[in-house]
C-alpha cells in the first residue's frame, strides 16, 4: 500500500516497456513452502496458527446497501497441526455470530463457541470448540453497519450520482470487520466465494474478476493462490471495465473510465519491465480499480484488483508511480510477505525499491532520483521526532505498536534506502539476481526479518564478503536514524528548481515561464518545499496568481501550498481549503491541512464545520483520524 508518489511525501502512518505485449502468465500453483512457518508471534491476532491454520475459506455471503451489511457463511478447511488442539481461534470486530457449525461426516452439527468482550484495538476473540478436530468448520455471522474495514457510500457521494458504492480496506487488522478470520499474515489460504447483492451493481473482489461479466446480482469468484488475509477485498457499485492490454485493464465508474485508462496506458510496460527484472508475474491478471476520492489511501495491493484512489489521476502522467508501487506489491508483499506488521518493510520498503526500478525503466533516472529524494528528505526531516523503537526497519520484540503504525515512512523509506545501498555495495547485476532469487525461494510464504538476514547471508553476504559489514547491516535493520553509508541522489531538475527558487526569494521576480512550463509535479514539490515555514502574504498572492495553486486538482501540490497558505495567514484559499478536505478523504493528502488549521482558534472551527459537512462521505479510518486530531486540538484549547 501505498499514500501515492509515497515517494512525494513520508506519509502520516497510522498506511509504480517493451513494444510487445507478452502472453499472459499462467497461473503457479502454491508451491510448498521451502522453509517452515516462522516462529513470530504476531501481537495483531488472537489466532493460534501453529496449532491450526486455515487452508482454504469459501464465502457464501449477501451484500446489503439497506442495510449497510455483509452477512453469510464463512466456511474454513482447517489444518490442524497440533494434534493435541481442541480449539479454533478466530479474529473478530464488531461481528454478529448467529451460530458455529462443524462438518461431520455428510452432515453439520452445532459446535460451543464464546465471543469475547471487544478489546479497542483487536477486536473480539471468537473462541470455537472443537473437540473432533473438524476438517470443516463453518460460521454464520453479519456484519455491522460501523465495520471498520468497510465504506458504504451513497449515490449522492458517487462520481455518477445513480447508484450506491461499497468497497474494503482489509489492511493491516480490518478484514476480521466483514469476516471472522485469522487475521494475521501468518496464515495464508486459498478462497471461493458466492456473492449476492442488488442487481444493479457490479461486485468485484480480489480473485478472478471476469471482464466480461454482466451484472445480475449473483456472483462467483475464485483465489487459487494463497493469500493472507490483508489482502482479501470486495467493493461493489456502478463499475465497467476497459482494457489496457491482454492482462490488466481498469474497473470504474462510467464517468471515470477513460480518463483512468489513459493516465494508466502503461500498466502493461510496467508488468514487462518488473519480470524483465524479478521474474514472472504468477497471479494471471493485473486489473485496477479506480474507488470514489473517499478511500483513505493512495492504493491498496489486492491481488488481481489493486485499489486505486482517483487523486492520482492528474493528466499527465506524473504520478503515476503509485500503480508502479502497487504493482511491484506483486511480488513484494503478496508473493513473499511480512509475518507481522512489525517486519513490515519487507512489505513496503522492498516494494518501494521496486516501485523505484520500474520508474526508472520507464520514465528515466531523473524522475527516479527526484521521487528517492522527495522522499528521503521527508524522512530526514520526520525521523527525528520518532520515538527511537519506531526508527529501526525490524521492531524489536517486546515494542507495543499498532498495526498500521508498523507501517510507517520507515518501513516505506528507509527500507528502500537500505536496499539501494546494498545495490550500491554488490552492484546492480548481482543484486538482481540475488532479488530474483529472494522472491522465488520465498514465493508464497509469511517470512520475518531474521529470515531474510539469514538467506542474504547465505545468497549475497558470503557470496561477496567484505563488502558490507556485519556492523552496517545492524545499523541499517536495528539502528535508529539515517546510518552515515545511505547513499546520495542528485537530481539536475531539483537543482533548476533550487536556483528559481531562491532567485525569486531574493529579488522577488518569478522564474521564465519557459522554464517552469516545463516542470512536472515532483518538481512544483520541491519548489514549494523549500519554500520555508510562512511567506509573506504579498509573496503567496504573486505565487497564486502566477501558478494557480489555490483550487488545484493535483492533490500532491495541494497538501503542501495549503498548509503554509494556512501558516502564513492567506485567507484567501480557505473557500478552496475547504472545498478541498471536504471532496478528499485520502488522509495523506488532508492530514497536513487538518494539522495546520486547529493550531488557531478560526482554523479549529473551520476544521470542524468541513469536518462536519465531510464526514458521511470520510472512510471510517479517516474519521477516526480526524476526529482524534480535533478532540485533541479542542481540549488544548
Known sequence: MRSLALLLSCAAVLAAGCSKEPEPAPVAATPKPAVETPVDRDEHSYAEPRKVAIDDLAL?????????????????????????????????????????????????????????????????????????????????????????????????MTEGKQLPFMFSQSQQIHARSWVPLQDTPQVRYTYSAHVTSRPDVMVLMSADNDPAAVRDGDYTFKMPQKIPSYLMAIAAGDLVFKPISARSGVWAEPAMVDKATKEFEDTEKMIAATEQLYGPYRWDRYDMLVLPPSFPYGGMENPRLSFITPTVIVGDKTLVSLIAHELAHSWSGNLVTFSS?????????????????????????ETASMEYAIARNALKKEIGTMPEATQSLAVKPGTQLDADDALSAVSYDKGAWFLQFLEERFGRQEFDAFLRGYFDHFAFQSITTEQFLDYAKKNLFDKHPNLVSDAE??????????????????????SNTDTARIAWQGSGQLPNKQLTDAWVTQQWVHFLEGMGETLTVEQLKQLDDAYHFTGTANGEIAMRWYPLTIRSGYVEARPEIARFIERVGRRKLIMPIYEELVKTPEGLALAKESFARAR??????????????????????
Do not use: C, M
Not at 512489525?342 to 533516472?365: P, Q
Not at 547491516?473 to 531539483?494: C, D, E, K, L
Not at 458521511?616 to 484549547?637: F, M, R
Open 473 to 494: 547491516i545492524q545499523a541499517w535493520v536495528y539502528g535508529t536514524g539515517i546510518p552515515a553509508t545511505a547513499p546520495q541522489v542528485q537530481s539536475r531538475g531539483f
Open 341 to 365: 506488521a512489525k517486519h513490515g518493510w519487507l512489505n513496503e520498503g522492498f516494494t518501494s525499491y521496486v516501485e523505484n526500478r520500474i520508474v526508472e525503466a520507464l520514465y528515466g533516472k
Open 60 to 156: 457464501d455471503i449477501a451484500v446489503d446497501f439497506d442495510a449497510k451489511t455483509i452477512g453469510g457463511t464463512a466456511t474454513y478447511t482447517l489444518d490442524w497441526k497440533d494434534k493435541a488442539a481442541t480449539q479454533l481461534v478466530l479474529d473478530t470486530r464488531d461481528l454478529t455470530i448467529e451460530k458455529v457449525e462443524g462438518e461431520a461426516g455428510n452432515a453439520w452439527a452445532p459446535l460451543q463457541y464464546a465471543l469475547a468482550a471487544k478489546d479497542p484495538v483487536l477486536g473480539s476473540k471468537l473462541t470455537i470448540e472443537t473437540p473432533a478436530r473438524n476438517t470443516k468448520v463453518r460460521v454464520t455471522y453479519t456484519s455491522s453497519p460501523e465495520a471498520s474495514g468497510l465504506q458504504w457510500l451513497t449515490p449522492e
Open 616 to 637: 458521511p462521505g470520510y472512510h471510517p479510518i479517516t474519521t477516526g483520524s480526524v476526529e482524534a486530531l480535533l478532540a485533541k486540538a479542542s481540549a488544548g484549547q
